[in-house]
């Protein structure tokens, strides 16, 4: 079984009746209904990549979506409002080529599959101009999107992280409520990939694609620490490709390789966010679901693991 399917079949949803009642009751303020979704059944799955055409399984904490625009971000459990200001700026969005563009690139005998300009996951900038993300991200089979490939063969994961573009300032303005002007960059090459077994992955960008004279890249910070429990962490996400979101919780310890939080909501395409810590430095690399309404938790790798394989951190 590939490590695709293997997550698939972990993320199952869940967080317990207790982290219910610290979760914030604020969906109803954000500027667009997309925010506030019950949670349809105990038993839904949460795809550790974007749900496929037709599939739309939550991954909440509890019966409501407690994400908000980033940009509309109230504070909460010790945050305040400029939290967010201050950090979502290194939170990227990685998105498919147009399928054209995939087909330029592939050449003769290429398909691009189902995935063209589709909204993938999520990503931090650090320095150098690397981007942390998850492993899962860069997948070169699955069983819902049929991928890109070249007389019939499916493209590999270092290929098919180059037929992705990284997609910056993607956020509602918290002054109008319309969408802020990207910059995008294209993908250099893929610089680690699954290392050590753990579900992260390193990109190096390349040249702008469309660029923002008003943005300028502002990298996150890092620490490769031992998380404890109860600690407050934050999400900056960009939740089944929307546009750039956050919510914050607590710590629920680590297990392994894996940090557990289970009162932080997040979607397919949160996939690859930094997890933070309450001044805003990235501790892990969210991975997998696994919060129902009344148990459970969603997961991340932590960084303290990472360090142990990458020649990064």
């Known amino acids: 079984m590939n490590k695709l399917i293997l997550f698939i079949a972990l993320c199952l949803l869940g967080c317990t009746q207790s982290e219910i009642s610290t979760k914030s009751a604020n969906a109803t ?66 998105q498919w080529l147009a399928s054209a563009r995939i087909r330029e690139i592939l050449g003769p005998g290429s398909q691009a599959g189902n995935i063209g300009s589709v909204r993938w996951c999520t990503g931090t900038l ?23 490939s070249v007389n019939g063969q499916v493209t590999k994961a270092a290929v098919n992280a180059t037929l992705m573009q990284v ?20 993908v250099k090459q893929l610089l680690e990939h699954w290392n050590g077994g753990l579900d992260y ?8 694609i469309e660029e923002n004279s008003e943005y300028s890249l ?11 429990s109860e600690e407050i962490l934050a999400i900056i996400q ?15 310890g680590l297990v392994g390789p894996l940090l557990h939080y289970g009162n932080i909501d997040t979607h397919g395409g949160s996939s690859g966010s930094g997890i933070r ?8 690399v969210h ?27």
């Open 238 to 252: 960009h939740p089944r490709g929307q546009r750039k979101k956050i919510h914050s919780g607590r710590s629920a």
């Open 201 to 208: 992955a390193v990109i190096e960008l390349g040249g702008v």
């Open 126 to 148: 650090l320095e150098g101009n690397k981007i942390l993300t998850a492993a899962h991200c860069f997948p070169d089979d699955s069983d819902d999107w049929e991928l890109p």
């Open 29 to 94: 303020s954000q500027p667009k209904p997309e925010n506030q979704t019950s949670v349809a059944s105990n038993t839904d799955l949460i795809y550790a990549l974007p749900f496929a055409p037709g599939v739309d399984p939550l991954s909440v904490c509890g019966p409501v979506d407690d994400l908000e625009h980033v940009e509309y971000f109230s504070g909460s459990i010790g945050e305040n409002a400029q939290y967010a200001a201050d950090h979502q700026a290194s939170t990227v969005q990685f």
């Open 218 to 228: 502002t990298p996150a910070q890092i620490s490769t620490r031992v998380v404890e």
């Open 167 to 186: 997609v910056f300032n993607y956020q509602l303005s918290g002054n109008t409520g319309a969408d802020r002007r990207v910059e995008t960059y294209a």
């Open 287 to 313: 991975i997998q679901g696994g919060c129902r309404v009344t148990s459970g938790t969603n997961k991340g790798v932590a960084l303290s693991e990472i360090a142990n394989h990458s020649s990064f951190f």
């Open 277 to 284: 810590d309450k001044d805003g430095v990235v501790v892990g």
